[in-house]
């Protein structure tokens, strides 16, 4: 049974409380904080976030605390923070899906706290003002309205109708509050230490707001995924399953009311977990606990590890020991390779050419990535180890780097085209030498516009007399319509070329032809490629017909049609020398007819001649009987 406390109906929260901008960087080893972090007014808080690692700075050692930040890198954030991972489908004129808020935004509209704007935007690129954040920030909280939070600052007037309940709840619950000089200020623009802090404040109210109970038989949590509980959770009943959960807070296991088993499976608690007094057995099967005390008051306990199970630290009472043996206490295989937690690795876009993988396992080690273009077969685990694609190749783009247990991990997959879709493949190795069997695979969409380029590599040859078979200059990349023309050289004699990239024609000369083709898009960016054809000459001008069948006086001759080879276009025959036979005439399109009227043998020569001039000649001799 869950049980609530203060008046807040408050949303579940993800323990991946990471800041970083889109262009800032973790290194292997974690690095002093930055000077401007520890002079910030949030030093506190923003040096226990970085101690935790939760945020980074930029590559010149600074952390900007009072750099604003955007719309989207604040719903980015906020989204990691609350855990929000469902997308509903967006149209926002100025949000291409291409971009690298696209997803973060679609989990937003989902999550309810982002609309967009009457005209159809969401501004993705503009900074978040502090009244903004705040609708977002109680959007998600769903704190009461009407508490007079807001009512003591100066500014109040200024307050647009649809922040005043925000602010009012979230100013009296002390998660924003306002300058020494008494003013909110709900215009100004957050920046990076208020955006820490606000979801600091968040993240501490909800876990004090929400507690809850299983005192009763029965299995708690969902079939599949693992939802978050931010808050204490107490078990004092026996045979409870606990699943597929996330616990931001305490898990406390009453032995004293748990007499019977008590069992967690799938379920990752980021603060400690207790298990007080009682002979209770207590089965942790495929989960994570960051802290593990054991204090029995009275009889034994048995504390059972089972799969991939990661304890990461266990203490014992005094008066407390486990139990060996079967049942006891069991450690885990050395063979078991790391596993990501649930929602691991993401894949970010960053900018045109680079994505960022972020990755969270269960143990310490080493981390693997790589791209290839998308629908490439997918690698082997040992070859993206090694940085190579399914072939051996060496893939576009490979990084690895170590990790801490149940830490992010950061990694840059660097040199990516903009605009193309890529599949990253993604693989584990714990600092013992188990490596995943498997790869775990993303895809992303690079952000900008991919380069124009003509895709035809080259044309194929053509021969003089043959229609020339059609073909479609492609291109890729660019923007809007694309328009192509002959940038430099000569077509082949015959040939054309349309503005829509279509080579066709009849070739009329022999000879080898070199010219440049190129590619313009609508805003006139341009790419060009060269291109060399070669036209053969014709098949030789052949005689197929050799010889002629003999005639007889007073008869008609059977007509006969002289068959060529070879050649262009259309042919003429003619007699070159000798006679026909007395009655029989020969016509310009190869028919030799009549009825012979003397008899003996007659030898002759035909010409034909081509289109082009090109002629051949074939001699006959036609016997004409009496």
């Known amino acids: 049974m869950d049980h609530f406390f203060r008046r807040a109906i408050v949303a579940t929260l993800a323990l991946c409380l990471i800041f970083a901008s889109f262009h800032a960087v973790f290194a292997e080893a974690r690095e002093s904080a930055p000077g401007d972090l520890k002079s910030s007014w949030a030093s506190k808080v923003l040096q226990e976030w970085w101690g935790k690692e939760w945020i980074a700075g930029y590559p010149d050692e600074t952390f900007r605390p009072n750099t604003n930040i955007s719309r989207a890198e604040f719903i980015t954030l906020t989204n990691r923070v609350l855990g929000l991972r469902e997308k509903a489908a967006i149209s926002f004129r100025d949000l291409p899906s291409g971009n690298w808020a696209y997803g973060q935004i679609a989990i937003a509209f989902q999550a309810g706290y ?3 704007y009457k005209d159809g935007t969401v501004l993705p690129n503009s900074p978040i003002s502090r009244q903004e954040a705040a609708v977002m920030v109680n959007t998600l909280l769903r704190l009461e309205e009407g508490i007079g939070g807001a009512a003591k600052f100066n500014d109040a007037a200024d307050f647009a109708d649809w922040s005043k309940a925000a602010i009012d709840a979230l100013t009296a619950e002390g998660i924003l509050s306002g300058y020494p000089d008494g003013t909110f200020r709900p215009v100004n623009k957050i920046t990076r230490a208020e955006a820490v802090v606000v979801l600091n404040n968040a993240l501490q109210y909800a876990k004090k707001a929400r507690s809850i109970t299983y005192d009763k038989p029965d299995v708690y949590g969902t079939d599949s995924g693992t939802p978050s509980i931010v808050g204490n959770v107490t078990v004092n009943s026996s045979e409870v399953t606990l699943q597929n959960r996330l616990i931001v807070g305490d898990l406390v296991i009453d032995g004293a009311k748990t007499d019977g088993n008590v069992i967690l499976r799938n379920v990752i608690v980021r603060g400690k977990t207790y298990v007080n007094g009682g002979a209770s057995q207590i ?4 989960s994570a606990l960051d802290s593990l005390q054991v204090c029995a008051a009275k009889g034994s306990v048995r504390i059972v590890e089972e799969g991939r199970t990661d304890i990461r630290e266990t203490s014992w009472c005094s008066s407390s020991v486990p139990e060996a043996g079967v049942g006891g206490w069991s450690e885990p295989s050395d063979t078991t390779p790391p596993f990501f937690w649930p929602g691991y ?14 990755a969270k396992a269960n143990e310490q080690g080493r981390l693997y990535a790589l791209a290839v273009l998308s629908g490439e077969a997918s ?9 190579k694609d399914s072939i051996g190749a060496y893939a576009l783009s490979f990084t690895q780097g170590l990790f801490a247990a149940n830490m992010e991990k950061m990694l840059q997959l660097t040199g990516l085209t903009a605009g193309t879709d890529y599949d990253i493949y993604v693989v584990a190795e714990d600092d013992k030498g188990n490596l995943q069997p498997f790869p775990t695979k993303g895809s992303v969409l690079t952000n900008g516009v991919a380069p124009l380029k003509i895709v035809a590599a080259s044309l194929p040859k053509g021969k003089i007399g043959d229609v020339y078979a059609l073909q479609t200059i492609s291109a890729s990349g660019g923007v809007g319509a694309r328009t192509f023309s002959l940038a430099s050289g000569a077509l082949p004699p015959g040939m054309a070329f349309t503005s829509s990239g279509i080579f066709s024609g009849s070739p009329t000369v022999a000879g080898t032809y070199t010219f440049t083709i190129r590619v313009t898009d609508s805003v006139g960016t341009n790419a060009q490629q060269s291109f060399s054809v070669a036209i053969d000459p014709p098949n030789p001008l052949a005689f197929f017909t050799t010889s ?27 007699l070159a020398s000798g ?17 012979p009227t003397i008899a003996g043998t007659y030898t002759f020569t035909i ?3 081509d289109s082009l001039g090109t002629n051949a000649q074939q001699s006959f001799s036609v016997a004409i009987d009496p």
């Open 548 to 574: 002629l069948p003999k005639g007889k006086v007073g008869s008609v001759y059977a007509a006969q049609t002289l068959e060529i080879s070879g050649g262009v276009g259309a042919r003429t025959f003619s």
């Open 379 to 387: 690698p082997s685990a040992s070859q993206v180890k090694d940085g």
């Open 114 to 116: 982002v609309k967009g």
């Open 579 to 595: 006679a026909l036979p007395p009655g029989m005439a020969f016509t310009s399109s190869g028919i030799f007819s009549g009825s």
């Open 607 to 609: 010409r034909v001649t």
């Open 283 to 286: 089965n942790i099967v495929d």
């Open 345 to 358: 690795p993401q894949m970010v876009v960053e900018s045109d050419t680079a994505v960022q993988v972020v």
